[in-house]
């Protein structure tokens, strides 16, 4: 008989019986205990009413008083809604008490209470009314007292009904507490009955089964003395539950063994994993010692052919000759006696080009016996295993690495080699990069040298022509051979003219690139750093900042250094604009105490600003030219002046030419009589050693200069070495212009305005609230090919919980707006791949839906054309790169405000 049979036929008649019983009583139990619950939660609901009654009595009271202490517009309605919602709050809980509690007590407590409280708000609402009229006003101390006798009743009388609630909850659970502990205890006693005859059939049935459980026990622990790959099995051969329990142990033992070997080969693969991170880690310390390309292949191949048990390996670089790519040879591994012929190969040519044209790994094994050979200090062997592996970036291959083994190659090299191949790409397409910014600068560096030659071969050429003329025009009527000659002349002249504007028009278009080419990577260079610089998280250190605003300070120094370039450019070609106005002086002594004070507090030199009482108060020149000529001269005061002070006086020159002179003083180093002609030259400073003590690329005063002369005016130094220097900046002048008093009132408006643009930190932030709620959930469309640009106004724009899509090209942004024509703003990248810009935005202007959908053209190019040809193709706005992140959400909130309207 089985054991589950006897179990269930000794005790189920017991068990039955004392089931029905306990259900029984617990069933009563329950149901005592649910109606208990009822009314104690009503109870407990109408308590927590009074009590809320009494909360609110209390809280009118405090609100009143705070509403007639205290009468400022700011606090009063904020006080004035407490107090209101107080008693709306207090109605509220004696409507539902009123409803709950049906004695006739609290009732008649509850009518008196409502009197009570209309009498309270009429009363109240006199005392606010008359504190509201007449501020300055006593309150009425009668009427004050009464609406206070009023609230104490009022709060008695909660009391009186909070007690009431306590008392009956206590009567009810009274009640409850007897018949709940009989219940109690006729469970216990059914109880104990039952577990006594439990107990002895228990008994009966364990001698019955202790033979097969013994045996049971004795396999089971021997299992901790055991491997837990080799497990024993239990041999009981009964079929009731210990056979059952012997079959699943059986089982158990035969899982448990197969998750041993699972485990051991978990753990394999954990350390195959660390191995190869440990490697990857291992290579990618060595690409920050990498210059070129070459050593970067040479370092690559020593490095990687030993890693993954190779013994000789070659490195192809795919090259263009001609037309035509090849994969060329660049760097090998322990190569001995290697062909020529497999030095290069075409697209698709052996192994190495298929490897190329179908972008996968190709593997050989059983290679052999005159395939390439092996060789050592002791012997030549053939290989028994090759690989050839392509690396790529963005969808082409960038180069080939074939290595070879004696023995075949494990996954775990494999992998390797895969996740080291998927890196290199990127840091080849890096180094490349570098490597053609380097050979532009060169190349725009011999471009500039070359058309200065040519300046200067014209300036020769145009004196001689002017000689010849003199010549000609004595011999004219004599002489027809030399007329020709002449015109021969003139027209070789007019050729080299054409020449040399075509020259200056390349090196206008080489420039705009070359500006794109570098604000580009500038751009999100400077935007990324901004972010990092507000530490938004604030999860950085102290070291951390200080790294992350020199990075922003550097980014801002070359952006600078590409505007000067510009500027430098604009004025060479005759194409800097001269916008002139009248400025007030004061104005620009105010500008240069704002710019240049921190610097003087920082370097603990004095600054002097200072003009004279017979100056002028207006001037009629171009403001931003006047302003960066003094900056320039201002800024390298400062740089050469370690103590003393640095000064800048205004004031008259007698001349016949009536002038205003701008003298811009220092203490500093001073410069030697023969270098004070060098200093204005282009890339010339007057110490140009390698180990000159100051920086600069020596372009600001020779743009000063410039400037200088298309205002009208020049520059002059005056200096002594070791005792400092003066730069006079002289421009032109009317006495007789007036300035009457509408100009006046335009001027103080324009700095008033000026002085509320410096707005405080509290203002910044309203600012930026007001920006937040403008771009909060719009939908924002960015169209660059430049991941990075992308990345950056990404994260900067993630803050003021904008929606983002992007496109790389302009095909892909039409593509987007038509999945998406609820996008709100469109920042539109101008030099694109496929499709550029400018096509993109006259497309999506064709189409009716988006005539009137916000883009602002974003764009490397810092020319002057560059903007009327974005506003001519559709654009709404214009900026420049690297991008100004304050401008831009200036930018955009406006044209999405304007939307808006």
Same mark, same amino acid.
């Given at each position: 008989? &089985?054991?589950?049979?006897?179990?269930?036929?000794?005790?189920?008649?017991?068990?039955?019986? $004392?089931? $029905?019983?306990?259900? $029984?009583?617990?069933?009563?139990l329950q149901q005592s205990t649910v109606e208990m619950h009822v009314v104690v939660n009503e109870l407990n609901d109408r308590i927590n009413m009074s009590s809320d009654i009494m909360y609110e009595t209390a809280n009118i009271g405090r609100e009143l008083r705070e509403i007639t202490a205290d009468q400022s517009n700011e606090n009063f309605l904020t006080r004035m809604n407490g107090w209101e919602q107080s008693n709306v709050n207090?109605?509220?809980?004696?409507?539902?008490?009123?409803?709950?509690?049906?004695?006739?007590?609290?009732?008649?407590?509850? !009518? &008196?209470f409502k009197t009570l409280h209309t009498s309270y708000q009429d009363i109240a609402q006199q005392?606010?009314?008359?504190?509201?009229?007449?501020?300055? /006003?006593?309150?009425?101390?009668?009427?004050?007292?009464?609406?206070?006798?009023?609230?104490?009743?009022?709060?008695?009388?909660?009391?009186?009904l909070h007690g009431l609630q306590e008392q009956e909850l206590k009567n009810e659970l009274f009640r409850s507490r007897d018949t709940y502990n009989w219940a109690v205890k006729i469970i216990y006693i059914y109880f104990a009955v039952g577990l006594g005859l439990a107990i002895a059939i228990t008994l009966w049935v364990i001698r019955s089964i202790t033979k097969n459980l013994n045996n049971v026990t004795t396999v089971m622990e021997s299992v901790t003395s055991r491997n837990v790959a080799e497990l024993p099995r239990i041999a009981v051969r009964t079929k009731d539950e210990f056979g059952k329990i012997a079959a699943a142990f059986n089982k158990m033992a035969t899982e448990l063994e197969r998750q041993s070997k699972l485990e051991i080969r978990l753990k394999n693969e954990a350390e195959e994993h660390s191995w190869l991170q440990t490697k990857i880690a291992e290579i990618a310390t060595m690409y920050p010692k990498v210059k070129d390309i070459q050593m970067l292949a040479e370092m690559l191949i020593v490095k990687l052919v030993p890693m993954v048990g190779g013994s000789v390996g070659i490195f192809y670089m795919k090259e263009v000759e001609e037309g035509q790519q090849y994969m060329k040879k660049r760097a090998a591994y322990a190569l001995v006696d290697h062909s020529k012929d497999f030095d290069r190969f075409k697209i698709g040519e052996g192994l190495i080009g298929q490897c190329v044209a179908e972008q996968k790994t190709i593997y050989l094994t059983h290679i052999p016996d005159n395939y390439i050979k092996i060789h050592s200090g002791i012997g030549v062997t053939s290989p028994k295993s090759s690989i050839i592996i392509p690396v790529k970036f963005e969808g082409e291959v960038l180069a080939v690495v074939e290595i070879a083994s004696l023995h075949s190659f494990s996954s775990s090299q494999v992998k390797l080699l895969e996740e080291i191949m998927s890196n290199l790409g990127l840091t080849m397409n890096s180094i490349m990069n570098r490597m053609r910014v380097d050979k532009l600068l060169q190349e725009s560096q011999s471009l500039t040298e070359e058309l200065q030659a040519q300046s200067e071969e014209l300036q020769v050429q145009q004196e001689e022509l002017r000689t010849t003329n003199e010549k000609l025009e004595e011999q004219y009527e004599s002489s027809e051979l030399k007329a020709a000659e002449l015109e021969k002349v003139r027209e070789d002249l007019e050729e080299k003219a054409q020449q040399l504007e075509l020259s200056s028009q390349y090196k206008s278009e080489f420039l705009a690139n070359m500006s794109h080419e570098l604000r580009t990577p500038l751009n999100s260079l400077l935007i990324l750093a901004k972010i990092l610089s507000e530490n938004g998280d604030g999860n950085l250190s102290g070291k951390q900042q200080e790294y992350i605003r020199t990075i922003y300070s550097s980014g801002q120094d070359l952006l600078h250094l590409i505007n000067d370039i510009l500027d430098l450019a604009k004025v060479e070609s005759g194409k800097l604009e001269v916008v002139s106005k009248e400025v007030e002086l004061k104005k620009v002594q105010d500008f240069i105490e704002r710019q240049f004070t921190p610097i003087a507090r920082q370097k603990g030199v004095s600054l002097t600003v200072y003009a004279d009482e017979l100056v002028p108060i207006h001037l009629r020149?171009?403001?931003?030219?006047?302003?960066?000529?003094?900056?320039?001269?201002?800024?390298?005061?400062?740089?050469?002046?370690?103590?003393?002070?640095?000064?800048?006086? $205004? @004031? &008259?020159?007698?001349?016949? @030419?009536?002038?205003? /002179?701008?003298?811009?003083?220092?203490?500093g180093i001073g410069i030697a &009589?023969?270098? @004070?002609?060098?200093?204005?030259?282009?890339?010339?400073? !007057?110490?140009?050693?390698?180990?000159?003590?100051?920086?600069?690329?020596?372009?600001?005063?020779?743009?000063?200069?410039?400037? /200088?002369?298309?205002?009208?005016g020049h520059i002059d130094i005056d200096s002594e070495e070791g005792k400092g220097s003066t730069f006079t900046l002289y421009l032109p002048y009317d006495e007789v212009s007036e300035w009457n008093e509408e100009n006046l009132a335009i001027t103080e408006v324009a700095a008033s305005v000026e002085e509320e643009v410096n707005l405080s930190d509290h203002e910044e932030l309203m600012v930026q609230q007001q920006y937040r709620s403008l771009l909060k959930d719009k939908k924002i469309l960015i169209v660059d090919d430049d991941v990075r640009n992308v990345f950056a106004l990404t994260s900067a724009l993630e803050k003021y919980e904008i929606n983002i899509n992007f496109a790389e090209s302009g095909k892909e942004a039409l593509k987007e707006l038509q999945d998406h024509p609820d996008t709100d703003l469109i920042l539109m990248d101008i030099m694109m791949p496929d499709m550029d810009g400018f096509e993109a935005m006259r497309l999506i202007r064709n189409k009716d839906q988006f005539t009137s959908l916000p883009i602002i053209a974003v764009t490397a190019k810092a020319m002057k054309h560059n903007r009327d040809e974005c506003i001519a193709a559709g654009a709404s706005d214009y900026i420049s790169k690297p991008i100004d992140l304050d401008q831009l959400f200036s930018l955009m909130s406006v044209w999405l405000y304007r939307k808006k309207e």
């Open positions: 008989m &089985k054991f589950r049979t006897k179990l269930y036929a000794s005790i189920g008649s017991i068990l039955l019986l $004392i089931s $029905i019983v306990v259900f $029984i009583l617990l069933n009563m207090l109605k509220l809980a004696l409507e539902s008490l009123e409803k709950h509690d049906t004695q006739q007590k609290s009732q008649e407590l509850i !009518a &008196k005392v606010i009314t008359v504190q509201r009229l007449d501020s300055e /006003a006593f309150i009425d101390i009668e009427l004050w007292e009464e609406a206070e006798i009023t609230r104490q009743r009022m709060l008695q009388i909660g009391e009186l020149t171009d403001e931003h030219r006047l302003q960066q000529i003094l900056k320039n001269l201002l800024s390298n005061a400062f740089k050469f002046t370690e103590k003393g002070s640095v000064a800048l006086v $205004i @004031q &008259k020159v007698k001349t016949p @030419q009536p002038l205003l /002179a701008f003298s811009v003083t220092d203490t &009589k023969d270098k @004070q002609d060098t200093i204005f030259e282009v890339f010339k400073q !007057a110490d140009g050693t390698t180990s000159r003590q100051y920086g600069g690329t020596g372009l600001g005063l020779s743009i000063s200069r410039e400037i /200088a002369y298309l205002l009208g």
